[in-house]
């Protein structure tokens, strides 16, 4: 068993794919999957927090391609009306990742409100095929390669983050229009 | 119960001419745009998301894969979507039409409704989102421009008689 931290985490992610679409939540998400591999098949959601499944669903259902959300805890809790409609698409590939660390990271380290709240069987509930958590870093990767590889409906995977991160690296800067034409040009090479 | 949804001749023209070149067609319900939502229901792909701000995410989704979405939405989801509109679709340049209902608008005198009434034009204003109201006969011919050519977000407002709504 091996504790991982974000970064090991969203190291995963990119580690399990290529050239999939990736769509990255507000705050760190999207600062440490930049700073790892700025892909062109990276979509960087800098705000409108709580909407990246939403983001993850009209790419998936429009290409028909596999899709990968990578989402916090916090961002979940925003709104979950992404779940709801994710759920509601038994045929969507979408596999959705959630970096669950128990806090607001990028505003202060507070504690988001969801002790007692089971995100997976909340996704399991809304129709996802399949929710899966762990701790485990191994057991991580294996998961979301599984899911990533095989991805004929909607999937959560919890990654329940417990070690210390390094520190962050900086903001997603630049014209964010062009930053989605380059996300855009990749769908139109890879659809 | 339910309310049975009559078609008018004006949103069957309206449906018909988004149909040509704009899809896919999303949106949260709106009795005054019952009529238009019933017909794209039946003759396009539209799905219903739950809220607001969610269709017009799963809209960007669309968008980034290159189309030109539309989203069919009351006023009051529009205040719902103002953050997805502010810090996504606006300065990512997102394109997409927003079809929105003017819920508190004369003759809708509900007072629920009002506050957003009156605040719909402004904040598509400040917002910087190019709006044109619903006329008859139909005229898309500058959201298309917005949408199409220049690839951003555009919105068409639905004044409450338009279809036939009553108060």
Redesign the interface.
């Known amino acids: 068993m091996a504790r991982m931290n974000k970064t090991e985490a969203v190291a995963a992610v990119l580690a399990a794919t290529t050239t999939e679409p990736i769509?990255c939540t507000t705050g760190y998400a999207c600062r440490i999957a930049r700073h790892l591999d700025d892909r062109p098949s990276h979509?960087y959601?800098?705000?409108?927090?709580?909407?990246a499944?939403?983001?993850?669903?009209?790419?998936?259902?429009?290409?028909g391609r596999t899709t990968v959300v990578v989402d916090g805890d916090g961002s979940l809790l925003m709104?979950p009306?992404?779940l709801?409609?994710a759920g509601a698409l038994p045929a969507l590939p979408l596999a959705h990742i959630v970096l669950d660390d128990g806090r607001y990271a990028s505003t202060g380290g507070q504690a988001v409100p969801s002790r007692r709240a089971d995100l997976g069987a909340w996704a399991l509930a809304c129709g996802y095929a399949r929710a899966d958590e762990t701790d485990d870093a191994a057991q991580f990767a294996d998961l979301v390669r599984a899911a990533v590889a095989r991805c004929t409906a909607p999937v959560l995977v919890v990654a329940r983050l417990t070690a210390a991160d390094p520190p962050v690296p900086g903001r997603v800067e630049g014209d964010?229009?062009e930053?989605?034409?380059r996300?855009?040009r990749h769908?139109?090479r890879n659809? | 119960m339910t309310t049975a949804t009559v078609r008018t001749p004006l949103a069957e023209r309206l449906a018909a001419d988004l149909g040509t070149d704009f899809g896919p067609f999303f949106g949260t319900p709106c009795g005054i745009l019952a009529p238009l939502y019933r017909t794209l229901e039946e003759q396009a792909d539209l799905l219903t998301v739950a809220r607001e701000d969610n269709a017009v995410g799963v809209a960007a989704g669309a968008a980034l894969a290159g189309r030109a979405p539309v989203v069919l939405m009351q006023n009051s989801g529009l205040a719902q979507s103002v953050n997805a509109l502010a810090s996504l679709v606006v300065p990512y340049a997102i394109p997409m039409l927003l079809v929105v209902s003017l819920r508190g608008v004369d003759p809708d005198p509900t007072p629920e409704n009002t506050v957003m009434g009156r605040l719909t034009e402004p904040l598509l204003d400040g917002l910087g989102i190019e709006s044109t109201t619903l006329s008859d006969p139909v005229d898309l011919d500058r959201a298309r421009h917005l949408v199409h050519v220049e690839r951003r977000a555009a919105a068409l407002l639905v004044p409450p008689t338009a279809f036939g709504w009553r108060a």
Do not use: K, P
């Open positions: 769509v979509f959601m800098t705000g409108s927090m709580g909407l499944s939403s983001i993850g669903i009209g790419i998936a259902r429009e290409t709104n009306v992404g709801v409609t964010l229009a930053h989605a034409r996300f855009g769908l139109a659809g």
